[in-house]
């Protein structure tokens, strides 16, 4: 029996502009797209899409924004792509996982979630990622086992991602722990503690820590002199603790919320999203603003990490 193969070209497709910023070497920065499409509110979403493509830029590198568009993965959006994921209504979120069945053959669109993002960055040859949290082991794993395709996906991609810890609502000593055990190597961007997202600060400590981007290539490059696995290097970069949470505050509402999702019900893959959207709502908004301000944080030392990685190769 004979098969058809699909051209890659079909299902992942590369901006005109970052097929040549890779061509040539370049530096290339990923950006995840669900921020746009589910973590922001219209049109404010379209202004940060096009604000974290900027800063990027500003730090000397080629922004690429990931989506799934008509089947297509595109990496990197133009004005119009950009537009469809902060507008178009029904828009899936679409997991690593996902990718095969929104593939061609059924022409769908969605926005990348962490785990797609790095995979098809990855695989269409970017080394530097840009996003706010990680995903990682949730709350009362024992009873549920729910762990984010996050930390899979990390244990076998070589990737750096830049991120400001994972999400505050998730077991962190539990996720630092499945980290350590999938063998992804965790480094803290100018800190000795891994960050809390939308705090400055987890209170968990990392095993290392790096002070510049070029530290940070140096350990990017080696990882492939070593060779082994391709696991990612995460680089934590905690928000500035004058743009943070109230950290009080912080783990008031998230108590909060964590009553309430128990309270109505909510698990699997709803809990996350409820968990968020509670946090937003319970703090007025600021829980989102100390989000942006990580992204903010995240997009700028992630293309200066890819100008001192392009530099050295």
């Not at 992804?184 to 400590?205: D, I």
Request: some cysteine; overall charge negative; aromatic content about 4%.
């Amino acid at each position: 029996m004979s098969t058809t193969q699909q051209p890659i070209e079909s299902v992942l497709r590369p901006s005109g502009e970052v097929a040549e910023a890779l061509e040539r070497g370049a530096p290339v920065v990923a950006l995840e797209s669900t921020i746009i499409s589910h973590g922001l509110p219209q049109p404010r979403n379209l202004e940060v899409a096009a604000e974290l493509e900027r800063i990027v830029r500003d730090a000397g590198a080629v922004p690429a924004t990931i989506a799934v568009l008509d089947g297509v993965a595109r990496i990197g959006l133009d004005e119009g792509g950009l537009e469809r994921i902060a507008t178009e209504p029904g828009l899936r979120k679409l997991g690593f996982r996902d990718l095969p069945a929104a593939a061609a053959a059924l022409r769908v669109s969605g926005a990348t979630t962490v785990s797609a993002t790095s995979f098809l960055a990855a695989r269409a040859g970017i080394r530097v990622f840009a996003t706010g949290g990680l995903g990682g082991v949730h709350r009362g794993w024992v009873e549920t086992q729910d762990e984010s395709a996050d930390i899979d996906m990390l244990s076998r991609t070589r990737i750096t991602v830049v991120c400001a810890g994972v999400k505050s609502i998730l077991d962190v000593p539990a996720t630092l722990q499945r980290l350590e055990t999938r063998g992804v190597t965790v480094a803290g961007f100018g800190t000795g503690e891994f960050p809390g997202f939308y705090l400055h600060t987890s209170g968990e400590r990392v095993d290392w820590r790096i002070e510049t981007p070029e530290e940070a290539a140096g350990v990017m490059r080696a990882q492939d002199a070593l060779g082994g696995p391709e696991t990612a290097l995460i680089v934590a970069n905690p928000v500035p603790r004058d743009r943070q949470l109230d950290p009080a505050l912080h783990d008031r509402v998230l108590a909060e919320a964590l009553e309430a999702a128990e309270r109505q019900g909510v698990s699997g893959q709803a809990i996350t999203p409820f968990l968020l959207d509670y946090l937003v709502k319970g703090t007025d908004g600021a829980s989102l603003e100390a989000n942006l301000a990580a992204v903010r944080g995240n997009a700028r030392v992630a293309g200066l990490i890819a100008a001192a990685w392009s530099r050295g190769n």
